[in-house]
Protein backbone atom coordinates (compact mmCIF):
# COMPACT_ATOMS: atom_id res chain seq x y z
CA UNK A 1 0.00 0.00 0.00
CA UNK A 2 1.55 3.62 -1.24
CA UNK A 3 2.59 6.09 1.84
CA UNK A 4 2.38 9.50 2.19
CA UNK A 5 5.56 11.00 4.33
CA UNK A 6 5.24 14.58 6.07
CA UNK A 7 7.79 16.37 7.00
CA UNK A 8 7.68 19.24 8.85
CA UNK A 9 8.56 21.34 11.99
CA UNK A 10 12.03 21.57 10.38
CA UNK A 11 15.21 23.09 12.49
CA UNK A 12 15.62 26.73 11.94
CA UNK A 13 17.40 27.59 8.88
CA UNK A 14 15.45 24.92 6.63
CA UNK A 15 12.97 26.16 3.86
CA UNK A 16 13.37 26.97 0.32
CA UNK A 17 17.35 27.45 -0.12
CA UNK A 18 18.35 24.22 1.73
CA UNK A 19 15.37 22.12 -0.02
CA UNK A 20 16.84 23.54 -3.52
CA UNK A 21 20.19 22.79 -2.67
CA UNK A 22 19.54 19.21 -1.19
CA UNK A 23 17.21 18.58 -4.18
CA UNK A 24 19.94 19.41 -6.69
CA UNK A 25 22.83 17.05 -4.82
CA UNK A 26 20.20 14.33 -5.37
CA UNK A 27 18.89 15.18 -8.97
CA UNK A 28 16.03 13.58 -8.15
CA UNK A 29 14.35 15.15 -11.59
CA UNK A 30 16.79 13.08 -13.50
CA UNK A 31 17.29 10.03 -11.06
CA UNK A 32 14.18 9.68 -8.77
CA UNK A 33 14.68 7.00 -6.43
CA UNK A 34 12.92 3.72 -6.34
CA UNK A 35 9.65 4.00 -4.93
CA UNK A 36 9.12 7.33 -5.40
CA UNK A 37 5.54 7.99 -6.87
CA UNK A 38 5.55 11.97 -6.17
CA UNK A 39 6.73 14.62 -3.72
CA UNK A 40 5.73 18.67 -3.24
CA UNK A 41 7.14 20.79 -1.24
CA UNK A 42 6.10 24.38 0.25
CA UNK A 43 4.52 25.78 3.45
CA UNK A 44 1.26 24.93 4.70
CA UNK A 45 0.27 27.04 7.56
CA UNK A 46 3.43 29.10 7.58
CA UNK A 47 5.83 25.82 7.93
CA UNK A 48 7.92 24.35 5.20
CA UNK A 49 6.41 20.98 4.46
CA UNK A 50 7.78 18.23 2.41
CA UNK A 51 5.24 15.49 1.68
CA UNK A 52 6.23 12.44 -0.27
CA UNK A 53 4.10 9.37 -1.68
CA UNK A 54 5.65 6.63 -1.61
CA UNK A 55 5.30 2.85 -2.93
CA UNK A 56 6.02 1.60 0.66
CA UNK A 57 7.44 3.05 3.69
CA UNK A 58 10.83 0.57 3.35
CA UNK A 59 11.75 2.62 -0.28
CA UNK A 60 11.29 6.01 1.62
CA UNK A 61 13.52 4.77 4.14
CA UNK A 62 15.87 3.54 1.85
CA UNK A 63 15.84 6.90 0.18
CA UNK A 64 16.29 8.83 3.10
CA UNK A 65 19.20 6.75 4.49
CA UNK A 66 21.00 6.69 1.03
CA UNK A 67 20.48 9.56 -0.71
CA UNK A 68 18.78 11.98 1.53
CA UNK A 69 20.80 12.02 4.80
CA UNK A 70 24.02 12.01 2.48
CA UNK A 71 23.30 14.88 0.56
CA UNK A 72 22.01 16.93 3.72
CA UNK A 73 25.43 16.58 5.44
CA UNK A 74 27.14 17.31 2.43
CA UNK A 75 25.21 20.26 1.69
CA UNK A 76 24.78 21.75 5.10
CA UNK A 77 27.74 19.91 6.85
CA UNK A 78 25.21 18.72 9.67
CA UNK A 79 24.38 15.50 10.62
CA UNK A 80 20.78 14.94 9.67
CA UNK A 81 20.44 12.49 12.31
CA UNK A 82 21.89 14.13 15.46
CA UNK A 83 20.32 17.85 16.39
CA UNK A 84 16.72 18.78 16.37
CA UNK A 85 14.89 16.26 14.47
CA UNK A 86 11.56 17.65 11.99
CA UNK A 87 8.64 15.93 12.86
CA UNK A 88 7.53 12.97 10.15
CA UNK A 89 4.24 11.91 9.99
CA UNK A 90 3.25 9.20 7.38
CA UNK A 91 -0.46 8.25 6.54
CA UNK A 92 -1.91 5.13 4.37
CA UNK A 93 -3.21 6.21 0.72
CA UNK A 94 -6.04 4.74 -0.24
CA UNK A 95 -6.28 5.88 -3.71
CA UNK A 96 -4.00 8.09 -5.94
CA UNK A 97 -3.94 9.26 -9.86
CA UNK A 98 -1.24 9.53 -11.68
CA UNK A 99 -1.75 10.96 -15.15
Do not use: C
Not at 6 to 29: L, N
Not at 83 to 96: L, R, W
Request: glycine content about 8%; overall charge negative.
Amino acid sequence: MAVAIRTTDFPEGAGTDMYDAVSAEMDIANDPPEGLLFNWAGEVDGKWTVTGVWETREAYERFRDERLFPAIEKVSGMDPASGPQPTVSDFPVHDYVKP
